[in-house]
Protein backbone atom coordinates (compact mmCIF):
# COMPACT_ATOMS: atom_id res chain seq x y z
CA UNK A 1 0.00 0.00 0.00
CA UNK A 2 1.35 3.83 -0.96
CA UNK A 3 0.99 5.18 2.15
CA UNK A 4 1.07 8.57 0.19
CA UNK A 5 -1.82 7.52 -1.99
CA UNK A 6 -3.94 7.13 1.06
CA UNK A 7 -3.22 10.61 2.22
CA UNK A 8 -3.77 11.92 -0.78
CA UNK A 9 -6.92 10.31 -1.06
CA UNK A 10 -7.74 11.48 2.43
CA UNK A 11 -6.38 15.07 2.03
CA UNK A 12 -9.31 15.33 -1.25
CA UNK A 13 -11.88 14.09 0.97
CA UNK A 14 -11.08 16.48 3.67
CA UNK A 15 -11.15 19.25 0.59
CA UNK A 16 -14.62 17.76 -0.19
CA UNK A 17 -16.26 18.19 3.34
CA UNK A 18 -15.35 21.36 3.98
CA UNK A 19 -16.78 22.36 0.24
CA UNK A 20 -19.94 20.39 0.96
CA UNK A 21 -20.46 21.97 4.51
CA UNK A 22 -19.59 25.33 3.32
CA UNK A 23 -21.90 25.03 0.27
CA UNK A 24 -24.77 23.45 2.41
CA UNK A 25 -24.43 26.76 4.92
CA UNK A 26 -23.95 29.05 1.63
CA UNK A 27 -27.17 27.94 0.46
CA UNK A 28 -29.74 28.30 3.60
CA UNK A 29 -28.13 31.72 4.31
CA UNK A 30 -29.43 32.77 0.86
CA UNK A 31 -32.43 31.19 1.53
CA UNK A 32 -32.86 32.76 4.50
CA UNK A 33 -31.87 36.23 2.76
CA UNK A 34 -33.90 35.67 0.02
CA UNK A 35 -30.83 36.10 -1.78
CA UNK A 36 -30.68 34.70 -5.37
CA UNK A 37 -28.89 30.92 -5.15
CA UNK A 38 -27.42 31.18 -8.56
CA UNK A 39 -24.49 33.52 -7.52
CA UNK A 40 -23.95 30.97 -4.98
CA UNK A 41 -24.24 27.93 -6.97
CA UNK A 42 -21.45 29.66 -9.82
CA UNK A 43 -19.07 30.54 -6.50
CA UNK A 44 -19.38 27.00 -5.49
CA UNK A 45 -18.87 25.70 -9.27
CA UNK A 46 -15.74 27.43 -9.21
CA UNK A 47 -14.59 25.85 -5.57
CA UNK A 48 -15.56 22.22 -6.87
CA UNK A 49 -13.60 22.41 -9.70
CA UNK A 50 -10.32 23.01 -8.01
CA UNK A 51 -10.93 20.76 -5.80
CA UNK A 52 -11.32 18.16 -8.52
CA UNK A 53 -8.55 19.62 -10.70
CA UNK A 54 -6.25 19.36 -7.94
CA UNK A 55 -7.00 16.09 -7.16
CA UNK A 56 -9.00 13.91 -9.84
CA UNK A 57 -8.68 13.05 -13.80
CA UNK A 58 -11.03 14.81 -16.18
CA UNK A 59 -12.56 10.88 -17.26
CA UNK A 60 -15.57 9.31 -17.39
CA UNK A 61 -17.98 10.74 -14.80
CA UNK A 62 -15.86 12.32 -12.30
CA UNK A 63 -16.94 16.04 -13.21
CA UNK A 64 -20.85 15.10 -13.26
CA UNK A 65 -20.92 16.52 -9.91
CA UNK A 66 -20.35 20.11 -11.31
CA UNK A 67 -23.81 19.77 -12.91
CA UNK A 68 -26.13 20.06 -10.23
CA UNK A 69 -23.39 20.80 -7.26
CA UNK A 70 -25.09 18.23 -4.98
CA UNK A 71 -24.29 18.49 -1.25
CA UNK A 72 -25.71 17.01 1.70
CA UNK A 73 -25.87 16.63 5.38
CA UNK A 74 -23.94 14.60 6.51
CA UNK A 75 -21.43 15.46 3.75
CA UNK A 76 -20.72 12.32 1.62
CA UNK A 77 -16.76 12.61 2.41
CA UNK A 78 -15.38 12.82 5.99
CA UNK A 79 -12.10 11.13 6.71
CA UNK A 80 -12.51 11.00 10.27
CA UNK A 81 -15.84 9.32 10.35
CA UNK A 82 -15.53 6.97 7.72
CA UNK A 83 -12.72 4.10 7.37
CA UNK A 84 -10.36 4.11 4.45
CA UNK A 85 -8.68 1.09 3.75
CA UNK A 86 -6.36 -0.56 0.70
CA UNK A 87 -8.59 -3.04 -1.68
CA UNK A 88 -6.73 -6.76 -1.20
CA UNK A 89 -3.24 -4.71 -0.04
CA UNK A 90 -3.50 -2.55 -3.35
CA UNK A 91 -0.90 0.28 -3.76
CA UNK A 92 -3.59 2.23 -5.48
CA UNK A 93 -7.10 0.94 -4.98
CA UNK A 94 -8.94 1.92 -2.18
CA UNK A 95 -12.41 1.01 -0.34
CA UNK A 96 -14.39 3.89 2.03
CA UNK A 97 -16.68 2.70 4.15
CA UNK A 98 -19.25 5.85 5.18
CA UNK A 99 -20.07 4.73 8.79
CA UNK A 100 -22.97 7.37 8.75
CA UNK A 101 -25.98 8.67 6.81
CA UNK A 102 -26.29 6.30 3.62
CA UNK A 103 -23.26 4.23 5.20
CA UNK A 104 -22.34 3.53 1.40
CA UNK A 105 -19.13 1.87 0.40
CA UNK A 106 -17.07 3.10 -2.30
CA UNK A 107 -14.02 2.26 -4.00
CA UNK A 108 -11.24 4.72 -5.56
CA UNK A 109 -8.58 4.13 -7.95
CA UNK A 110 -5.88 6.30 -7.97
CA UNK A 111 -3.13 7.00 -10.30
CA UNK A 112 0.54 8.79 -10.01
CA UNK A 113 1.20 11.88 -11.28
CA UNK A 114 4.24 12.56 -9.52
CA UNK A 115 4.58 13.97 -7.11
CA UNK A 116 0.89 13.45 -6.20
CA UNK A 117 -1.44 10.44 -6.71
CA UNK A 118 -5.03 11.68 -7.72
CA UNK A 119 -8.67 9.94 -8.48
CA UNK A 120 -8.79 8.05 -11.59
CA UNK A 121 -12.67 6.96 -11.27
CA UNK A 122 -14.68 5.99 -7.93
CA UNK A 123 -17.20 3.86 -8.08
CA UNK A 124 -20.18 2.77 -5.46
CA UNK A 125 -21.22 -0.72 -4.08
CA UNK A 126 -24.97 -0.76 -5.28
CA UNK A 127 -27.60 -2.78 -3.43
CA UNK A 128 -27.01 -6.00 -5.26
CA UNK A 129 -23.56 -6.14 -4.21
CA UNK A 130 -21.73 -4.84 -7.80
CA UNK A 131 -19.50 -1.84 -8.07
CA UNK A 132 -21.18 0.98 -10.46
CA UNK A 133 -19.41 4.29 -11.67
CA UNK A 134 -19.77 7.09 -9.14
CA UNK A 135 -19.22 10.80 -9.55
CA UNK A 136 -16.69 12.88 -7.14
Known sequence: M???AID????FMNSMK?????F?????EADESDIDISTVKQDYAVKLMEILNLHSLDEGINRE???????????TY???RDVVEPENNSESIFI???NAGFKSQFRFFMVFR?????????ERLDGSGKWVASSL
Open 8 to 11: DLVI
Open 18 to 22: DWEAD
Open 78 to 80: DSS
Open 114 to 122: NPDWVIKKK
Open 96 to 98: VKQ
Open 2 to 4: SEK
Open 24 to 28: CSAQD
Open 65 to 75: RLVDLGSTIPV
